[in-house]
Every structure is written in C-alpha cells, then in structure tokens.
C-alpha cells in the first residue's frame, strides 16, 4: 500500500531530480537525459501534486520556469513574468487543450489560432523606449532574469533603433535568440580545428555566446533572433490579434519568423504540425515544435494564465530527436580515401521515428574528446543535418568491464600496416585494400553520382570478394551472366542491373565529376566545376589559379582538384569509362541562359534551402548583378526568413519581391 508518507517521499524526490535537471541544463550546459525524459519527470511530479494538493509547495520545479540566474551579469526584474507553455505530445493532448479552451470561453465557435514555429533557442525580452533598444534580458527564473543589453546589441537581425512610425513609447517584446545552423557549423569546425571542445548543440552555443561576459565574444557569434510576443505597450496602440501584433512589429524591423500562419481550429493546426515537421531539416534554425496560440487577445484575457504558463497556448512538441543507447562494439570501416573511420555499433534506438543502430566517431581525437569507451551509455542526436551523433558519454552509467577502443595497427579489411600522419589513420595499401575500393564503388553507384539503380552494397561485396571488380570501370564490363553467378540474384535481376548500368552511361559532367570521388569535392562544386569548364579538356587545361578562380574553390580545394587530374591512374580511368560509353551533354554556353542580363538583384534574410552564395552564383550564372543593398535601381528582392529592413525598403519602393519558392522555380527552369 503507498501511504501518504512514500508519496511525500517520491514528491521530494523529483523535485530534486528536476532541480537537478534544470541545473545541468541551464546553467552547464551539459544535460544528463534526454527532453522526453525530463518530461516524463515533470508530468510525473505535475500528476502527483495534482492527486495531493496537500504537497504543493511554492518552490516546486512545477510552479517555476528554469534556474535562478548567473550571479555574473547584472539582475533584471521583469515587470511581467517570462512565462513557459504546456506540452502536447499527442493529438489528444491537443483536442483536450482544445476543449478547454470551449469551455472557459463558453463557446463552441471556431477558434482561430496563430500557428507558430517553436523556436528551439535561448528566450529573451527586449524593451525599447521611444524606438531606442535599452534593456535585453535572459528569462532567469521567470521573475528575475540576466542583464544581456550590450550582448544583444551586437545581434545584426535585433534592431537597435526601431523602423517607421507608430510604435509605442515603451515597448516590450519577448523571442527567442538562436544561433543559425549554418553560423553553428562553421564555428564548431573552428573550434575543432584549434583543438578546443566543440559545442554540443546550436542551443547550447546560443546560450554560451549570448552569456558571455564580453560582448565582443558574442559579436563573433552570429547570432539570430525572431520575436513571438509583446507583453508591454504603453504609449501607443497596438491591434487585438497576435498575429496581426506579429506583423505589426515587423514593420517596425523586428525580425518574425515566415512561416507563421493562422488556422482555424485544432484539426488545422495539426496539419500545421505535420507542414513543419517535414521543412524542420531544410531550415536554417532548430525548431523542436509548434506553437498554437488563440489569436484573440480579447479570448486570451478571458483565458488567463496559470502559474507557469498561460491558458491561451499549448507547445505542440516534435517527436524526440535525442535518444540514450549503449555502445555495444566499436569498428574501424576504411573509407574512399583510405582513412579508417571508428564506428560505433550500438543497442538499437528510436529517434525521431529512424531507428539508429550504427553512429560514426569520425576518428580517435572524437572518442578521446568524448572519453568514450565500449558499454557506455551515450546521448545521441539526429537533429537537423539527419546525420546521428554522440553527444556525450553517461559517464555515470558506466559498467565496470567497459573496454578501452584502441586503433587496430592492420586494416580490417585487407591487413595493411596503418600509417597516422596528421591526425589521419590510414591504410597504406592505397587502392588497392578492398574495403577502400568498396567505398569507392558505392560512391561510384549512388544517387548523386552515376545512379547505377539497384547496385547496392551487398552486391559490390560479392563482385569485389570474386574479383570481377578492380575499379569503377568494371562494372561496365560486366555480363548478364556473371550478374547471375552472384548469390540471391535471379535472370530478372540480373538484367534489370544491366538496363540500370546502361541507362547510367547518359549523365552530366557534374555527377561524372563527382563520382570520380574526389577528395573535397562533393556534390556543390561538382556542380560550380562543370559550370564554369564546360567540358573535361578544359578542366584538364585548368591552372591551380584557374581552379581558385572559380567561386568557393579555395587553395586546398584546387590543389586537390588539379593532383587528382595528373594522376596517370586517374587519367586511364576516365579516358577508360569514356571509351565504354559514359557521355554527357555540353553545357549551353553561359550567354544563351543570361535572362537576367542587366538586372540588379539582392538577397535577403535566410533562404531555407540553399546558402546565400549559392543562390548569388546561381544568379550571377543568368546574368544578374547580386548586390547587398536595396535602393532604386534594384529589380528584384529576394527575401528569405527573418528579413528584416531590405524588404521593408523593398515595398517602400514598391520593388518586385519573390520568395524562396519562386527563386527555386526560376533557377529549376532555367537549369541553374
Ligand atoms: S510563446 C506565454 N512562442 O519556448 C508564452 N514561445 O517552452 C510564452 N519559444 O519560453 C512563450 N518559440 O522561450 C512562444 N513561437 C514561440 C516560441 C516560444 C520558442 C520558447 C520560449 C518559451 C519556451 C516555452
């Protein structure tokens, strides 16, 4: 029987356990369990403090909102509290948020919500007096928050002077700043490169950066913000809607997010969700959720707020994108290049729906850096850029026979000594190791390089294991017959290989590049190379300097680029797969395709699919003039996520403005 003193227990106990939590989340950037995990925790505590009202206490995790602020910045009493939202997991957990809603309001009209990405970043409040930025603010506690100003001043997309007219005299918006993937990325391959620990997520370095003690730090940080609410206004008037609010506040220059949009009801708003969970990976931001808010601020003053969070809105969260599992073997694969690369085998894992059994290491510095070793418990994330990775070791559920992960001094896969120069462990065997020449064989055979339908690994195993593949050249040689010798491959098969190997000879000089699988070049400059050689002669002819001159071809790049092609072995396999009938269209010369000769074009905010230089080359290649300001002579604006005041010059001047979709169309047709 539990007794009302095992229930006071268990109380305490989560109480601690969350505090502990929000702690090492907070504050240390260093969490122990994964978001679902937490939850489950709260929920637990929240149910049991429901069943007896008799614990409640004021100091519960429940009735606050994160840790008490860093004693190094100065304090900042917020007027109105910074509040948190209820989660829904399921829609369940929405259509009974839904029917609360009907039934304080009293109604059984449709309600019309402002549909919102959450934004999976750091909160923060701003005020500005007579348009003027003069307090930014961390949420803290909820109550009392961190003094942040200087570093929030040196945030590009935050205005420090408001635009236009009608603003309030004072006004207090409340968003999220984030540190935008692609700015994440380069930073982290900084800080790897000079030896330093990487940041574990682009939330974390949003934290760390927007923390820092000297602005100047976070200057370097390219920092980012969207705004989702005002919850001060004096001096002024604003409208009665949340998302007409939102509007308003960007023609003020502060930046919104795009993709918001109002629905009505609940079952359109899960159409919302599902929208954004399959764009959340193009994004240039981490988003872990949507955000329903009843657009009436009349309906959500009649709802009000509990403690912690407001009645009139309701977290929609993404499945989880983090998971724990146990390392159950460590292995050493030898890729394209002959590097051997530890990967980790792990106890199956659900995340986000994929389930990951296998995580690459990347090489020995990763696993000293994480102190990994074999039957550890790790915390992996799949977010964002698909690709799973460990995040860091549950050093406390480490077992006791967890075994050292040592470099094998011979290739796994041909028993060559391993030489580790630079860093770099490789296998000395070059390519002749038939772990290496597999990897060059499957690279050969994908999707973005000859598409060979249907040569998965399994059958390059066998047709290198019988030696009837030295090199990517083979394949074109081989016969309907020797496909059917292989096991488990019928006469349908077989043939169905030979049509898919046929149909791949008709290619572009871009995939033909890349699937020579040189090192550096992927897929973009496979593309940016054809474009600018227009044949393989020329890319033969081509100088280091020729090569540099091309966009986002730099030194090492080049120098890759222009070894690989004075390798005599490189040149007989090309000549080679030429003579057994590979071929490709010439480009269009450049001029024939310049619709937009004479055109002045500028880019602005984040385009979700493409990089802004890509999308500057791919202009440039129709001819347009890509410049970086707005003014009379511009033609047309592009503008992307969190644009800011380009485009709000842009409609001043009444300038022709397309969006990302529309970019897409025009370089898709005219093949750019
Ligand atoms: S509204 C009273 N809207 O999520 C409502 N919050 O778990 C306050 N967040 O503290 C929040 N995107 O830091 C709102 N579009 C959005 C949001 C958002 C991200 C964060 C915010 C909040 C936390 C709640």
Redesign the pocket.
Known sequence: MVTSADTEFEIKRLREEIDKHNYLYHHQDAPEITDVEFDVLFRNLQRLELEHPEFLASDSPTQR?GSPPLKSHAKIIHEVP????D?AFSEQDLADFEARVLARLKTSDIIRYCC????????ISLIYEEGKLVCGAT?GDGTTGEDVTQNVRTIDTVPLCLDGTGYPELLEV?G?IYFPRSAFKAVNQLSIGRGERPFANPRNAAAGSLRQLDSRLTAKRKLSM?C??VVQAKGGHLPDKQSEILLKLETWGLPI?PLIEVRQGVKNCIEFFGKLLSRREYLDYDIDGV?F?VDSLDFQERLG?LTR??RW?I?HKFPPEKGVSVVKNVEFQVGRTGALTPVARLEPVKIGGVTVSNVTLHNMQEIERLGLMIGDSVLINRAGDVIPKVISVIAKKRPGNAKRIELPNTCPSCGSTITNNEAVAKCISGRDCPGRLRENIRHFASRSAMDIDGLGEKIIDQLIAASLVNSPADLYKLSREQFIQLDRLGPKSADNLIAALEKSKKTTLAKFIYALGIEEVGEYTSVVLARSFFGLNLLFEATISNLMSVPDIGLIVAQKIYEFLRVEKNQSLINELISLGIHWDIEEPPEVKQVLRGEVWVLTGTLSTLTRNDAKVRLQALGAKVSGSVSSKTDCVVAGDASGSKLIKAKALNIRIIYEAELLKLLEQRNV
């Open positions: 909102v910074m509040l948190s939202l989660n919102e990405p959450k934004i999976d970043g750091v909160a949420r409340r999220e969207f989702y609410s997010n955000v808010k707020v969070t407001p809105a977290a």
